[in-house]
Protein backbone atom coordinates (compact mmCIF):
# COMPACT_ATOMS: atom_id res chain seq x y z
CA UNK A 1 0.00 0.00 0.00
CA UNK A 2 1.76 2.64 -1.08
CA UNK A 3 -0.40 5.64 0.95
CA UNK A 4 0.42 4.90 4.08
CA UNK A 5 -2.06 3.85 6.89
CA UNK A 6 -3.73 6.77 8.12
CA UNK A 7 -3.60 8.73 4.97
CA UNK A 8 -5.65 11.77 5.31
CA UNK A 9 -8.13 12.20 2.24
CA UNK A 10 -9.87 15.18 2.46
CA UNK A 11 -11.44 18.12 0.47
CA UNK A 12 -10.35 21.84 1.07
CA UNK A 13 -12.22 25.93 0.55
CA UNK A 14 -11.70 28.90 1.71
CA UNK A 15 -13.95 31.83 3.81
CA UNK A 16 -14.51 34.29 1.10
CA UNK A 17 -14.78 31.97 -2.01
CA UNK A 18 -18.16 30.13 -0.16
CA UNK A 19 -19.48 31.81 2.89
CA UNK A 20 -21.21 34.28 1.54
CA UNK A 21 -23.01 36.55 4.58
CA UNK A 22 -20.59 39.32 3.83
CA UNK A 23 -22.29 41.92 6.03
CA UNK A 24 -24.05 39.44 8.49
CA UNK A 25 -23.26 37.87 11.87
CA UNK A 26 -21.40 41.14 12.79
CA UNK A 27 -18.85 40.52 10.57
CA UNK A 28 -16.53 43.65 9.35
CA UNK A 29 -15.07 44.16 5.77
CA UNK A 30 -12.32 42.19 4.05
CA UNK A 31 -10.23 43.82 1.29
CA UNK A 32 -12.30 41.40 -1.29
CA UNK A 33 -15.65 42.90 -0.17
CA UNK A 34 -14.07 46.28 -0.79
CA UNK A 35 -12.13 45.15 -4.16
CA UNK A 36 -15.29 42.94 -5.96
CA UNK A 37 -17.59 46.12 -5.19
CA UNK A 38 -15.11 48.08 -7.43
CA UNK A 39 -16.37 48.44 -11.27
CA UNK A 40 -14.40 45.74 -13.80
CA UNK A 41 -12.51 44.25 -11.33
CA UNK A 42 -14.45 40.85 -10.80
CA UNK A 43 -15.52 39.07 -14.15
CA UNK A 44 -19.54 39.89 -14.79
CA UNK A 45 -19.19 42.05 -11.48
CA UNK A 46 -19.30 38.77 -9.07
CA UNK A 47 -19.37 39.06 -5.53
CA UNK A 48 -18.30 36.83 -2.49
CA UNK A 49 -21.91 38.40 -0.97
CA UNK A 50 -23.57 35.22 -0.88
CA UNK A 51 -21.11 33.16 -2.86
CA UNK A 52 -22.14 29.37 -1.79
CA UNK A 53 -24.23 30.64 1.37
CA UNK A 54 -21.88 27.77 2.94
CA UNK A 55 -22.31 30.20 6.39
CA UNK A 56 -26.53 29.65 6.40
CA UNK A 57 -25.93 25.72 4.74
CA UNK A 58 -23.03 24.65 6.46
CA UNK A 59 -25.20 21.94 8.11
CA UNK A 60 -26.24 20.70 5.04
CA UNK A 61 -22.58 20.72 3.64
CA UNK A 62 -21.34 18.65 5.85
CA UNK A 63 -24.10 16.41 5.59
CA UNK A 64 -23.15 16.03 2.01
CA UNK A 65 -19.36 15.45 2.84
CA UNK A 66 -19.96 12.85 5.21
CA UNK A 67 -22.21 11.01 2.40
CA UNK A 68 -19.30 11.79 0.33
CA UNK A 69 -17.12 9.86 2.64
CA UNK A 70 -14.70 13.11 2.91
CA UNK A 71 -12.81 12.06 6.15
CA UNK A 72 -11.08 15.33 6.46
CA UNK A 73 -11.96 19.68 5.39
CA UNK A 74 -9.75 22.08 5.48
CA UNK A 75 -11.29 25.91 5.66
CA UNK A 76 -10.23 29.52 6.42
CA UNK A 77 -11.60 31.43 9.03
CA UNK A 78 -12.24 34.88 8.25
CA UNK A 79 -10.32 37.44 10.29
CA UNK A 80 -12.79 40.00 10.02
CA UNK A 81 -15.82 37.51 11.14
CA UNK A 82 -13.92 37.12 14.27
CA UNK A 83 -12.28 40.62 14.60
CA UNK A 84 -14.24 43.58 13.23
CA UNK A 85 -11.89 45.44 12.84
CA UNK A 86 -8.76 43.20 12.56
CA UNK A 87 -7.91 43.83 16.65
CA UNK A 88 -9.48 44.33 19.77
CA UNK A 89 -13.15 43.37 20.00
CA UNK A 90 -14.11 40.02 19.34
CA UNK A 91 -17.56 39.20 17.47
CA UNK A 92 -18.71 36.77 19.58
CA UNK A 93 -21.34 35.74 16.34
CA UNK A 94 -18.29 34.81 14.35
CA UNK A 95 -16.56 32.61 16.77
CA UNK A 96 -19.62 30.70 17.07
CA UNK A 97 -20.12 30.58 13.47
CA UNK A 98 -16.87 28.75 13.48
CA UNK A 99 -17.29 26.85 16.72
CA UNK A 100 -20.74 25.01 15.24
CA UNK A 101 -18.68 24.49 12.45
CA UNK A 102 -16.08 22.46 13.77
CA UNK A 103 -18.79 20.69 16.11
CA UNK A 104 -20.59 19.81 12.83
CA UNK A 105 -17.67 17.95 11.39
CA UNK A 106 -16.54 16.42 14.74
CA UNK A 107 -20.05 14.42 15.47
CA UNK A 108 -19.88 13.79 11.52
CA UNK A 109 -16.39 11.88 11.98
CA UNK A 110 -14.60 14.94 9.74
CA UNK A 111 -11.53 16.34 10.88
CA UNK A 112 -11.08 19.72 11.01
CA UNK A 113 -8.03 21.64 9.33
CA UNK A 114 -8.28 25.27 10.27
CA UNK A 115 -6.57 28.03 8.06
CA UNK A 116 -6.07 31.14 9.47
CA UNK A 117 -5.38 33.29 6.55
CA UNK A 118 -6.60 32.84 3.21
CA UNK A 119 -6.53 36.11 1.88
CA UNK A 120 -9.35 37.63 2.94
CA UNK A 121 -7.52 40.33 5.04
CA UNK A 122 -9.90 43.12 7.32
CA UNK A 123 -10.47 46.27 5.17
CA UNK A 124 -9.93 47.80 8.56
CA UNK A 125 -6.31 46.90 8.91
CA UNK A 126 -5.57 47.44 5.16
CA UNK A 127 -7.26 50.82 5.67
CA UNK A 128 -3.90 51.32 8.81
CA UNK A 129 -1.26 49.86 5.89
CA UNK A 130 -2.17 46.26 5.71
CA UNK A 131 1.30 44.04 5.18
CA UNK A 132 3.10 46.92 4.99
CA UNK A 133 2.77 48.19 8.50
CA UNK A 134 5.80 46.09 10.82
CA UNK A 135 2.62 46.19 13.75
CA UNK A 136 0.81 43.56 10.76
CA UNK A 137 2.85 40.27 12.23
CA UNK A 138 1.27 41.20 16.01
CA UNK A 139 -2.28 41.44 14.36
CA UNK A 140 -1.87 38.33 12.97
CA UNK A 141 -0.96 37.11 16.47
CA UNK A 142 -3.78 38.06 18.01
CA UNK A 143 -5.97 36.86 15.95
CA UNK A 144 -4.11 33.47 15.71
CA UNK A 145 -4.37 33.59 19.70
CA UNK A 146 -7.94 34.15 19.40
CA UNK A 147 -8.82 31.78 16.88
CA UNK A 148 -7.13 29.23 18.94
CA UNK A 149 -8.10 29.71 21.88
CA UNK A 150 -11.55 29.36 21.19
CA UNK A 151 -11.25 26.08 18.62
CA UNK A 152 -7.89 23.88 19.65
CA UNK A 153 -9.91 21.86 22.37
CA UNK A 154 -11.67 19.66 19.38
CA UNK A 155 -8.76 20.94 16.29
CA UNK A 156 -5.86 19.41 16.36
CA UNK A 157 -4.79 20.78 12.72
CA UNK A 158 -3.77 24.10 12.04
CA UNK A 159 -2.02 26.11 9.11
CA UNK A 160 -1.01 29.63 9.00
CA UNK A 161 -1.27 31.36 5.59
CA UNK A 162 -2.36 30.31 2.55
CA UNK A 163 -0.38 31.25 -0.60
CA UNK A 164 1.45 34.22 0.77
CA UNK A 165 3.27 33.99 -3.64
CA UNK A 166 -1.13 34.79 -4.48
CA UNK A 167 -1.47 37.38 -2.19
CA UNK A 168 1.54 39.32 -2.33
CA UNK A 169 2.05 38.55 -6.30
CA UNK A 170 -1.56 39.11 -7.71
CA UNK A 171 -3.16 41.61 -4.92
CA UNK A 172 0.36 43.56 -4.38
CA UNK A 173 2.18 43.15 -7.70
CA UNK A 174 0.17 42.21 -10.54
CA UNK A 175 -2.95 44.10 -9.19
CA UNK A 176 -5.31 41.72 -10.11
CA UNK A 177 -6.42 40.36 -7.10
CA UNK A 178 -7.68 42.53 -3.70
CA UNK A 179 -6.01 44.74 -2.95
CA UNK A 180 -5.66 45.82 -6.33
CA UNK A 181 -1.91 47.32 -6.35
CA UNK A 182 0.72 47.47 -8.39
CA UNK A 183 3.94 48.35 -5.72
CA UNK A 184 7.67 48.26 -6.08
CA UNK A 185 10.19 45.36 -5.40
CA UNK A 186 11.27 47.11 -2.55
CA UNK A 187 7.70 47.39 -0.90
CA UNK A 188 6.66 43.84 -1.67
CA UNK A 189 10.05 42.40 -0.23
CA UNK A 190 9.82 44.58 3.07
CA UNK A 191 5.58 43.76 2.96
CA UNK A 192 6.90 40.07 2.40
CA UNK A 193 9.00 39.80 5.55
CA UNK A 194 6.04 41.18 7.65
CA UNK A 195 3.92 38.23 6.12
CA UNK A 196 6.94 35.71 7.41
CA UNK A 197 7.40 37.57 10.44
CA UNK A 198 3.27 37.21 10.88
CA UNK A 199 3.60 33.28 10.21
CA UNK A 200 6.01 32.84 12.79
CA UNK A 201 4.31 34.76 15.56
CA UNK A 202 1.37 32.64 14.54
CA UNK A 203 3.30 29.56 15.08
CA UNK A 204 3.89 30.87 18.64
CA UNK A 205 0.54 32.30 19.26
CA UNK A 206 -0.80 28.75 18.10
CA UNK A 207 1.26 26.73 20.13
CA UNK A 208 1.00 29.10 23.26
CA UNK A 209 -3.08 28.91 23.36
CA UNK A 210 -3.60 25.37 22.38
CA UNK A 211 -5.63 23.13 24.49
CA UNK A 212 -4.32 19.87 23.30
CA UNK A 213 -0.91 19.20 21.61
CA UNK A 214 -1.60 20.33 18.00
CA UNK A 215 0.00 20.00 14.60
CA UNK A 216 0.80 23.29 12.86
CA UNK A 217 2.00 24.16 9.13
CA UNK A 218 2.08 26.93 6.13
CA UNK A 219 0.63 26.14 2.81
CA UNK A 220 2.42 27.93 0.09
CA UNK A 221 2.20 27.22 -3.56
CA UNK A 222 4.53 27.94 -6.92
CA UNK A 223 4.88 25.89 -10.27
CA UNK A 224 6.39 22.23 -9.20
CA UNK A 225 9.40 22.01 -12.13
CA UNK A 226 9.87 18.28 -12.94
CA UNK A 227 12.84 16.65 -15.38
CA UNK A 228 12.35 15.91 -19.00
CA UNK A 229 13.81 12.50 -18.45
CA UNK A 230 14.85 10.11 -15.49
CA UNK A 231 18.75 11.22 -16.43
CA UNK A 232 20.09 12.35 -13.08
CA UNK A 233 21.52 15.81 -15.46
CA UNK A 234 17.63 16.70 -16.06
CA UNK A 235 16.85 15.35 -12.86
CA UNK A 236 19.68 18.01 -11.09
CA UNK A 237 18.56 20.45 -13.50
CA UNK A 238 14.59 20.16 -12.55
CA UNK A 239 15.72 20.70 -9.00
CA UNK A 240 18.16 23.41 -9.25
CA UNK A 241 15.35 25.44 -11.18
CA UNK A 242 12.59 24.80 -8.57
CA UNK A 243 14.18 26.51 -6.11
CA UNK A 244 16.26 28.53 -7.77
CA UNK A 245 15.22 32.72 -7.39
CA UNK A 246 13.85 34.43 -10.94
CA UNK A 247 17.77 35.46 -12.01
CA UNK A 248 16.34 39.75 -12.72
CA UNK A 249 13.12 41.58 -11.67
CA UNK A 250 11.82 41.67 -15.16
CA UNK A 251 9.20 39.61 -13.55
CA UNK A 252 6.81 38.86 -10.58
CA UNK A 253 9.10 38.00 -8.24
CA UNK A 254 7.15 36.76 -5.70
CA UNK A 255 6.45 33.27 -7.92
CA UNK A 256 8.94 31.19 -6.47
CA UNK A 257 9.18 28.91 -3.50
CA UNK A 258 12.54 29.42 -1.60
CA UNK A 259 11.98 32.79 -0.60
CA UNK A 260 8.76 32.09 1.08
CA UNK A 261 9.77 28.40 2.32
CA UNK A 262 13.79 29.22 3.50
CA UNK A 263 13.51 31.74 6.20
CA UNK A 264 10.66 29.63 7.47
CA UNK A 265 12.88 26.11 7.36
CA UNK A 266 16.01 27.25 7.18
CA UNK A 267 15.71 30.57 9.24
CA UNK A 268 17.36 32.32 6.89
CA UNK A 269 16.51 34.20 2.90
CA UNK A 270 18.08 31.93 -0.27
CA UNK A 271 21.47 33.73 -1.58
CA UNK A 272 20.72 33.81 -5.04
CA UNK A 273 17.71 35.98 -3.72
CA UNK A 274 19.96 38.45 -1.38
CA UNK A 275 22.07 38.73 -4.51
CA UNK A 276 18.96 39.57 -6.97
CA UNK A 277 17.52 42.20 -4.27
CA UNK A 278 20.94 44.08 -3.57
CA UNK A 279 19.69 47.37 -1.93
CA UNK A 280 16.34 46.30 -2.27
CA UNK A 281 16.59 43.81 0.43
CA UNK A 282 13.98 44.15 3.59
CA UNK A 283 14.77 45.52 6.91
CA UNK A 284 15.59 42.36 9.40
CA UNK A 285 15.65 43.37 12.89
CA UNK A 286 17.71 41.33 15.17
CA UNK A 287 15.54 37.83 16.42
CA UNK A 288 13.18 37.82 13.09
CA UNK A 289 14.84 35.16 11.65
CA UNK A 290 14.49 33.09 14.29
CA UNK A 291 10.80 34.27 15.21
CA UNK A 292 9.90 33.30 10.83
CA UNK A 293 11.45 30.06 11.47
CA UNK A 294 9.47 28.49 14.44
CA UNK A 295 9.38 25.02 14.12
CA UNK A 296 6.61 23.59 11.75
CA UNK A 297 5.11 20.20 11.81
CA UNK A 298 4.23 20.31 8.45
CA UNK A 299 4.41 21.48 5.15
CA UNK A 300 1.10 21.76 3.51
CA UNK A 301 1.84 23.13 -0.45
CA UNK A 302 -0.16 23.77 -3.10
CA UNK A 303 0.15 21.70 -6.13
CA UNK A 304 -1.74 22.40 -9.27
CA UNK A 305 1.15 22.41 -12.15
CA UNK A 306 4.78 22.56 -13.38
CA UNK A 307 6.95 23.24 -15.74
CA UNK A 308 9.27 20.50 -17.73
CA UNK A 309 13.32 21.30 -17.31
CA UNK A 310 16.18 19.55 -18.96
CA UNK A 311 20.21 20.61 -18.05
CA UNK A 312 20.59 22.62 -21.24
CA UNK A 313 24.26 23.09 -23.36
CA UNK A 314 25.30 25.38 -20.41
CA UNK A 315 24.40 22.59 -18.18
CA UNK A 316 21.91 25.15 -16.79
CA UNK A 317 18.20 24.78 -16.29
CA UNK A 318 16.81 25.17 -19.60
CA UNK A 319 12.89 25.18 -19.77
CA UNK A 320 11.32 23.20 -22.28
CA UNK A 321 8.46 24.76 -24.43
CA UNK A 322 4.86 22.83 -24.21
CA UNK A 323 3.98 21.25 -27.55
CA UNK A 324 0.87 22.89 -29.84
CA UNK A 325 -2.19 21.57 -28.46
CA UNK A 326 -0.90 20.75 -24.73
CA UNK A 327 -3.67 19.49 -22.60
CA UNK A 328 -4.96 22.51 -20.37
CA UNK A 329 -7.86 22.92 -17.85
CA UNK A 330 -11.30 25.17 -18.79
CA UNK A 331 -8.95 28.34 -16.96
CA UNK A 332 -5.83 27.28 -19.23
CA UNK A 333 -3.99 26.10 -17.12
CA UNK A 334 -1.29 23.24 -18.24
CA UNK A 335 -1.93 19.51 -17.35
CA UNK A 336 1.53 18.45 -16.11
CA UNK A 337 0.76 15.32 -13.18
CA UNK A 338 4.34 14.80 -13.10
CA UNK A 339 4.13 17.87 -10.35
CA UNK A 340 2.64 15.62 -7.94
CA UNK A 341 5.34 13.10 -8.49
CA UNK A 342 8.50 15.71 -8.81
CA UNK A 343 7.37 18.50 -6.47
CA UNK A 344 6.81 16.37 -3.21
CA UNK A 345 9.95 14.55 -3.55
CA UNK A 346 12.15 17.90 -4.44
CA UNK A 347 10.06 19.22 -1.38
CA UNK A 348 10.93 16.70 0.78
CA UNK A 349 14.51 16.49 0.30
CA UNK A 350 14.82 19.74 0.99
CA UNK A 351 13.01 20.53 3.72
CA UNK A 352 12.72 17.72 5.63
CA UNK A 353 9.17 17.50 6.52
CA UNK A 354 5.96 15.14 6.19
CA UNK A 355 3.89 17.05 3.44
CA UNK A 356 0.45 17.13 2.79
CA UNK A 357 -0.72 18.30 -0.67
CA UNK A 358 -3.00 21.15 0.65
CA UNK A 359 -4.58 22.12 -2.78
CA UNK A 360 -4.73 20.27 -6.11
CA UNK A 361 -7.87 19.90 -8.67
CA UNK A 362 -8.94 21.89 -11.69
CA UNK A 363 -11.20 24.13 -13.30
CA UNK A 364 -13.83 22.23 -15.96
CA UNK A 365 -16.80 23.78 -17.88
CA UNK A 366 -19.55 21.32 -15.78
CA UNK A 367 -23.20 21.58 -16.76
CA UNK A 368 -26.04 19.69 -15.96
CA UNK A 369 -26.69 17.45 -17.89
CA UNK A 370 -30.42 16.06 -19.31
CA UNK A 371 -30.12 12.96 -17.18
CA UNK A 372 -30.07 15.90 -14.25
CA UNK A 373 -26.55 14.87 -12.83
CA UNK A 374 -22.95 16.13 -13.84
CA UNK A 375 -20.34 14.17 -15.91
CA UNK A 376 -17.24 15.50 -15.47
CA UNK A 377 -14.81 12.84 -16.83
CA UNK A 378 -12.01 15.44 -17.21
CA UNK A 379 -11.63 16.01 -13.80
CA UNK A 380 -11.44 12.43 -12.96
CA UNK A 381 -9.13 11.88 -15.61
CA UNK A 382 -7.03 14.95 -14.19
CA UNK A 383 -7.09 13.75 -10.57
CA UNK A 384 -6.08 9.82 -11.73
CA UNK A 385 -3.27 10.65 -13.55
CA UNK A 386 -1.92 13.23 -10.78
CA UNK A 387 -2.79 10.67 -8.16
CA UNK A 388 -1.12 8.16 -9.46
CA UNK A 389 1.84 10.04 -9.87
CA UNK A 390 1.67 11.29 -5.44
CA UNK A 391 1.31 7.70 -5.06
CA UNK A 392 4.10 6.60 -6.76
CA UNK A 393 6.21 9.51 -5.00
CA UNK A 394 4.81 7.82 -1.79
CA UNK A 395 5.99 4.56 -2.64
CA UNK A 396 9.40 6.19 -3.04
CA UNK A 397 9.47 6.68 0.80
CA UNK A 398 8.42 10.04 0.39
CA UNK A 399 6.94 11.40 3.59
CA UNK A 400 3.03 12.20 2.11
CA UNK A 401 0.83 12.76 5.09
CA UNK A 402 -2.36 14.17 3.33
CA UNK A 403 -4.19 15.29 0.02
CA UNK A 404 -6.72 17.55 -0.30
CA UNK A 405 -8.74 18.46 -3.20
CA UNK A 406 -9.75 21.50 -4.44
CA UNK A 407 -12.16 22.13 -3.85
CA UNK A 408 -15.22 20.52 -1.90
CA UNK A 409 -17.95 22.89 -4.09
CA UNK A 410 -17.99 25.10 -6.84
CA UNK A 411 -16.95 28.31 -5.84
CA UNK A 412 -16.14 32.47 -6.03
CA UNK A 413 -13.05 32.01 -8.26
CA UNK A 414 -11.25 35.77 -7.13
CA UNK A 415 -11.15 37.88 -9.93
CA UNK A 416 -12.77 35.32 -12.30
CA UNK A 417 -16.09 35.24 -10.29
CA UNK A 418 -18.24 31.82 -10.95
CA UNK A 419 -16.87 31.70 -14.44
CA UNK A 420 -14.74 28.80 -13.44
CA UNK A 421 -16.15 25.49 -11.69
CA UNK A 422 -13.26 23.75 -9.45
CA UNK A 423 -15.87 21.95 -7.23
CA UNK A 424 -16.51 18.22 -6.57
CA UNK A 425 -19.83 19.43 -6.21
CA UNK A 426 -21.52 21.34 -8.67
CA UNK A 427 -23.58 24.60 -7.34
CA UNK A 428 -26.28 25.91 -8.76
CA UNK A 429 -26.02 29.97 -7.58
CA UNK A 430 -29.50 30.82 -8.45
CA UNK A 431 -31.12 28.05 -6.34
CA UNK A 432 -27.91 27.11 -4.38
CA UNK A 433 -28.53 22.88 -4.46
CA UNK A 434 -25.88 21.01 -4.71
CA UNK A 435 -25.15 18.00 -7.48
CA UNK A 436 -22.38 15.80 -6.80
CA UNK A 437 -20.42 15.86 -9.86
CA UNK A 438 -19.33 12.45 -10.92
CA UNK A 439 -16.10 13.44 -10.07
CA UNK A 440 -16.93 13.28 -6.31
CA UNK A 441 -18.47 9.83 -6.65
CA UNK A 442 -15.00 8.90 -8.05
CA UNK A 443 -12.99 10.48 -5.15
CA UNK A 444 -15.43 8.69 -2.90
CA UNK A 445 -13.92 4.93 -3.86
CA UNK A 446 -9.99 6.56 -3.62
CA UNK A 447 -10.56 7.62 -0.15
CA UNK A 448 -12.42 4.17 0.36
CA UNK A 449 -9.37 2.12 -0.61
CA UNK A 450 -6.79 4.77 0.38
CA UNK A 451 -6.04 4.99 -3.67
CA UNK A 452 -5.57 1.47 -3.72
CA UNK A 453 -7.09 1.37 -7.67
CA UNK A 454 -4.95 4.24 -8.48
O1 LIG B 1 -9.32 29.08 -5.70
C1 LIG B 1 -7.95 29.12 -5.51
C2 LIG B 1 -7.59 29.10 -4.04
O2 LIG B 1 -8.20 30.12 -3.34
C3 LIG B 1 -6.11 29.24 -3.87
N1 LIG B 1 -5.40 28.27 -4.67
C4 LIG B 1 -5.77 28.12 -6.05
C5 LIG B 1 -7.27 27.94 -6.17
C6 LIG B 1 -7.66 27.81 -7.65
O3 LIG B 1 -7.28 28.95 -8.35
Redesign the pocket.
Known amino acids: MAFKEGFTWGVAT?SY?IEGAAYEGGKGLSIWDMFCKQPGKVYGGHTGEVACDHYHLFKDDIKLMKEMGIQAYRFSISWARILPEGTGRVNEKGLNFYSELVNELIANGIEPYVTMF??DLPYELYKKGGWMNPESPRWFEEYAAVVTAELSDRVQYFITL??PQ?FVGLGHIDGIHAPGLKQSVADTLQMAHHILLAHGRGVKAIRNHAKQEVKVGYAP?ASMHYPETDCPQDIKAAKKALFQMPKDLSSNWAWNISWWSDPVFFGKYPEDGIELFGDLMPKIQEGDMEIISQPLDFLGQ?I?NGLEVREGKDGEPEFIPRHKGFPKTALGWPITPKALYWGPKFLYERYKKPIYIT?NGLSCHDVISLDGKVHDPNRIDFLHRYLKELKRTAADGIDIAGYFQ??FMDNF??HSGYEDR?GLVFVDYQTQKRIVKDSGHWYKEVMETNGKFL
Open positions: SQHWNECTNYEWSEWF
